[in-house]
């Protein structure tokens, strides 16, 4: 007699059970492994942020798909024509997500505008959007510190993290929590003061799990401009852009495992003393 | 926009009126129920006054610009409000040599620092503000002062931006640091407490007008002892006088924070609670 099995047993049952690849062991990844001469190609990557502007020279033209989300009379309404950046603070992000993986594929979801009532809502439907079509990295370089968005929130990155969608999200750069970069299920960055692109660092008193440079960065802003400036939503697409690149060379990780190599990668991490 | 001196003579064209309404009470007499109601808008006129004085606040935002200007050592601050109506914000307190000709700008949500850090709801440094295309020039060149560097963090209260605080030309150092932000950061916290009290308090004073207005109209002239009872006997009240000890209490807690004061309230709940549901000891009952 077959004995029963418990619910969400059966992924282990004998005729379901697969076979996944193994990593390399975790200690000795380096960055040639982890991407190579990867540059992020065919990885889809979302800037939910306040649109993204393809004409910039830091962005090169290439901006494969767009959505606008706003809150209208009868509800949420979704733009998919090509918008401009409303602020230039989105583009900042893809500028630097760019210049990290030159060859990915840069979707902009645009949640921010001038309107100050509705957002967390706007915002939650974005990063439902960007899971729902398949993109494998968010860059969020914003959050909501509204209580009342606390559990939608955290349903969505749940979901993203079952999904193997990467939500790559800044910390808040006021000494208030921000969401979604509180979860476990994110990868949260926030900002160290070098400068070069590839450097992380792993902080192992979490929320705040990484950390790259956003600190006097310069970075694209509107109409074909640049400014320096500092804040946490620089250090996220750094490590978008990373998120991307290793992607590109190692398809279908997991969430889990994203944050095993970053770690693996960070420069505070060093091997055993013997 | 509202000024200290705004604030002061709100503050005192109310307490005029409500003692004029008060003084009206007396002649005309009242009944127990009347009495009653008149307590409660008291009670609310005592709460406010101890923990939201207007005029307490127009100082106190100036006082927390001023400061925060003095931590922060910068050669110019400025307050400003988000009127969701136009969709502008507006200065509310301005200090440094250009003050005046600060005070009657508007400024568009999301334009230059100030308008962005109003609708991203995160503080914004700009080290070389001449050539950075986020400052909003149109407004310089008509006040005639550009800054070099800008440090500018939202006011946030239960959740909102409600306004912005800003400093202009950090003194001694080129630009601001992210200890600045940090450290500017509890300043905003402060003004927006500061201005949510203040407004909380004005609401509040045309709630009680509105009671005394809806009071008054029900006397009628028998001329009712218990108001009139009430109102002489006020200073000796005991019950009057606890309610205005505790409401000091709760103002101490009140301005360490929002969440101090929420958690303030969740206890003295879960305190009523409890004793509403717990077993008066003279009943008997099964022992299980």
């Known amino acids: 007699m077959i004995a029963p099995r418990p619910a969400y047993s059966d992924p282990f049952g004998p005729e379901s059970l697969q076979t996944l690849r193994r990593l390399e062991p975790i200690e000795d990844i380096t960055p040639e492994w982890a991407w190579g001469s990867g540059t992020g190609a065919g990885v889809k990557v979302a800037v939910i942020d306040s649109g993204v502007d393809a004409q910039h020279p830091a962005i090169g033209g290439r901006v494969e798909g767009y959505v606008a989300i706003t809150e209208g009379p009868d509800g949420l309404e979704y733009d998919t024509r090509p918008h401009d950046d409303v602020f230039g603070h989105g583009t900042a992000c893809a500028g630097i997500i760019r210049a990290v993986a030159p060859e990915c594929e840069i979707y902009s979801v645009r949640v921010l505008g001038r309107m100050l009532s509705g957002r967390g809502n706007v915002f939650a439907a974005g990063i439902r959007w960007a899971v729902e079509n398949g993109m494998q990295v968010c860059n969020l370089s914003l959050g909501t510190t509204k209580q009342a968005f606390y559990q939608t929130l955290h349903d969505l990155a749940d979901s993203a993290y079952f999904r193997n969608t990467m939500l790559v999200t800044a910390a808040n750069n006021i000494p208030m929590p921000s969401y979604p970069s509180v979860y476990a299920s994110v990868i949260a960055v926030a900002a160290h003061a070098e400068s070069d692109p590839y450097r992380l660092y792993y902080n192992p008193a979490p929320p705040v799990e990484f950390g790259a440079p956003g600190i006097q960065v310069r970075v694209a802003w509107r109409r074909g401009g640049y400014v320096t400036t500092t804040g946490n939503s620089f250090a996220a697409p750094h490590v978008t852009g990373i998120v991307a690149k290793i992607l590109g060379q190692h398809p279908g990780l997991t969430v889990f495992q994203m944050k095993g190599i970053l770690h693996a990668l960070a420069a505070n991490v060093t091997p055993p003393v013997d | ?288």
């Open chain 2, 1 to 288: 926009m509202p000024t200290t001196d705004d604030a002061l003579t709100e503050a005192r064209r109310t307490i005029e009126w409500q003692e004029q309404e008060i003084e009206r009470l007396r002649s005309r007499g009242a009944e127990n129920r009347i009495s009653e109601d008149l307590r409660h808008a008291l009670s609310l006129a005592s709460l406010t006054a101890t923990i939201a004085a207007p005029s307490e606040h127009g100082r106190l935002l100036q006082s927390i610009v001023e400061t925060a200007a003095r931590v922060i050592p910068s050669d110019a601050a400025s307050l400003f409000l988000i009127d969701s109506t136009t969709e502008e914000l507006i200065f509310e307190i301005a200090l440094g040599q250009k003050a005046e000709e600060v005070k009657s700008f508007r400024v568009p949500l999301g334009h230059g620092i100030a308008g962005l850090v109003a609708v991203s709801g995160q503080p914004m440094t700009v080290s070389d503000v001449e050539h950075d295309p986020r400052h909003a020039s149109d407004v310089s060149q008509q006040i005639g002062y550009t800054p070099h560097s800008i440090l500018c963090c939202p006011l946030v209260y239960n959740d909102e931006v409600i306004g912005v605080l800003e400093l202009l030309d950090r003194k001694g150092a080129p630009a601001y640091s992210p200890e600045d932000i940090e450290t500017l950061w509890y300043f905003a916290n402060q003004a927006a407490i500061a201005l949510e009290l203040s407004r909380t308090s004005r609401s509040l004073s045309r709630l009680i007008t509105a009671a005394m207005q809806a009071t008054s109209s029900r006397l009628d002239e028998s001329g009712m002892s218990g108001a009139l009872r009430f109102v002489e006997n006020l200073e000796e009240d005991r019950v009057y006088r606890r309610a205005l000890e505790l409401a000091d209490l709760v103002r101490e807690i009140a301005w360490r924070g929002e969440d101090e004061l929420l958690l303030c309230e969740g206890v003295l709940r879960d305190f009523i609670r409890y004793l509403t549901s717990r077993v008066d000891p003279g009943s008997t009952g099964e022992h299980a």
